[in-house]
């Protein structure tokens, strides 16, 4: 999906499938950042208000990183164990295939042979495994997709939803200092504002807060942190050890990445993670590479400066394969 005149068409048909829905069933992906779920708590804010009936949800492990806590709603979500089988509706969000839906991707096949599976995302590398797919590669968050939904069901946002388009909106452009950030985003992020928003602490809570132990471990990754002059790629991991040593959650180390991209040497970074399914890689780029091309061919997407994927390989298994990648593309 390419034009804003199929962005806009797919937003129509996905508001008439919702509009017609009895339930309405809302999911994101896996390990879900402040984007994937801002969008959906906003949508699933939004739908109660409206009087439908919405479930919101996203696959194990069902948990959420410290520092999306404040998100209004949270205690709304539903486990995936007791997701509906056979929702009239279901709408995902930020997630690009069905595998990043983990145990909830069954429902979402389901909802896809009847037709009435919408799928809401802005990743250039998405799937487009929907009935409706609405997906917009020009849209700064999923966050900005929903808004646009918001309007053509013509549901007035409420203080709730907009902290949570917010939260989508400021950690997927990076608190406004991505290339992502457009003249569009400061006038959604102006709109958001005027509902009264604890910016400074939702600030401080989204990029600033850690837990002391968390900084130790980041002090053992820092240590370990290995710089490929010749590539410009600069790269860290996390073992199981170390997160048993600190007591600190995989979830708790999303924002690792952004320390190690730091390195004015650092032309591609990469934060690798031991995890129970495998390793989680991160990779970020500055200019020249694609890295999520290279996300791609193992199995995972993203964007051009900004990817990721699951591997079941070791973590130094998966760093050769991914300086592999770099020097086959360089």
Known sequence: MGSQLEVDQALGQAAGLILA???VALACHVAPDGDALG?????HHLALEAGVNSVASWPEPFAVAPHYQFLPGLDLATKPADFPVAPDVMVTFDCGSLARLGELGAVAEHCRRQGHLVVLDHHATNDHYGSVNAVDPNAAAT???VRQLANRLGWPLTRAAAIC???GLVTDTGRFQHSNTTPDVFCLAHELSLFDLPISAMSRS???EHRFAYLKLVATCLERAELDSELGF??????DADFQRYGVTIEETEGLIDLIRRAAEAEVSCVVKEAPEGVRVSLRAI???DVGAIATSFGGGGHRFAA???SPGGVHEVLAAIRAALVAGG
Not at 234 to 239: D, E, K, P, R
């Open 234 to 239: 600069v790269c860290t991991w996390v073992t």
């Open 308 to 310: 990721g994927f699951t």
């Open 143 to 145: 966050a900005v997709v």
């Open 287 to 289: 200019s020249r590479v």
């Open 206 to 208: 989204l990029f600033e």
């Open 39 to 43: 969008s959906m708590l906003a949508l």
């Open 21 to 23: 829905a009895q339930t």
């Open 165 to 167: 388009l917010y939260t």
